[in-house]
Antibody
Framework: EVQLLESGGGLVQPGGSLRVSCVASGFTFSSYAMSWVRHSSGQGLEWVSG????????FYADSVKGRFTISRDNSKNTLYLQMNSLKAEDTAQYYC????????????WGQGTVVTVSP | EIVLTQSPATLSLSPGERATLSCRAS??????VTWYQKKPGQAPRLLIYDASNRATGIPPRFSGSGSGTDFTLTISSLEPEDFALYYC?????????FGQGTKLEI
């Protein structure tokens, strides 16, 4: 059974940093591209960042480019999102998602971790 | 940047009725559209990929159609558990984008 378990969310002040993680199980993690997607009641679903199976390619939404860094450790089956210079508009539930095929749709999602950016 | 516009923003229907949700792209899509369902407190759920393919475990009352710039998600006969948010998604180059969502309410 595919499982994705996010952690690391919390309350952070504007301008601060946070790293969220996603531990994967039930599939060969190193064979699949992964992404981070966030959801807020005001913005709906927003794709944030993606990474290739070996970490060879990383991709970002314009709204986070230069502030967020996606990475992965295939030896630990773990996906990361380092978030710097956080803004109030980054407040959301952050989900990791597995791509079915490279650059394909997301067939499995984690339960999410909440990031709140507030003074 | 390709923008996906979903309509209507809110759709009010009753169980047993037919729901038709629209997703329009600002440019013709070279790759196809995916549909997800989102309920409060739950992860998004894959419904339809490549415009018309039902994901594993999705009931046949859900169907997708369309190509180019116009795509549709149809729920033939609404069940109580279908009342939720629905999002379409596309990918261009290495960037994904979602529509703003349609809220399907009782």
């Amino acid at each position: 059974e595919v499982q994705l378990l996010e952690s690391g969310g919390g309350l952070v002040q504007p301008g601060g940093s946070l790293r969220v993680s996603c531990v994967a199980s039930g599939f060969t993690f190193s064979s699949y591209a992964m992404s981070w997607v966030r959801h807020s009641s005001g913005q709906g679903l927003e794709w944030v960042s993606g990474i290739g199976p070996s970490g060879e390619g990383t991709f970002y939404a314009d709204s986070v480019k230069g502030r967020f860094t996606i990475s992965r450790d295939n030896s630990k089956n773990t996906l990361y999102l380092q978030m710097n210079s956080l803004k109030a508009e980054d407040t959301a539930q952050y989900y990791c998602a597995k791509a079915s095929v490279p650059l394909g749709h997301f067939d499995y999602w984690g339960q999410g971790t909440v990031v709140t950016v507030s003074p | 940047e390709i923008v996906l516009t979903q309509s209507p923003a809110t759709l009010s229907l009753s169980p047993g009725e037919r729901a038709t949700l629209s997703c329009r792209a600002s440019q013709s899509l070279s790759s196809s559209v995916t549909w997800y369902q989102k309920k409060p407190g739950q992860a998004p759920r894959l419904l339809i990929y490549d415009a018309s393919n039902r994901a594993t475990g999705i009931p046949p009352r859900f169907s997708g159609s369309g190509s180019g710039t116009d795509f549709t998600l149809t729920i033939s006969s609404l069940e109580p558990e279908d009342f939720a948010l629905y999002y379409c998604q596309q990918r261009t180059n290495s960037q994904y984008s979602f529509g703003q969502g349609t809220k399907l309410e009782i």
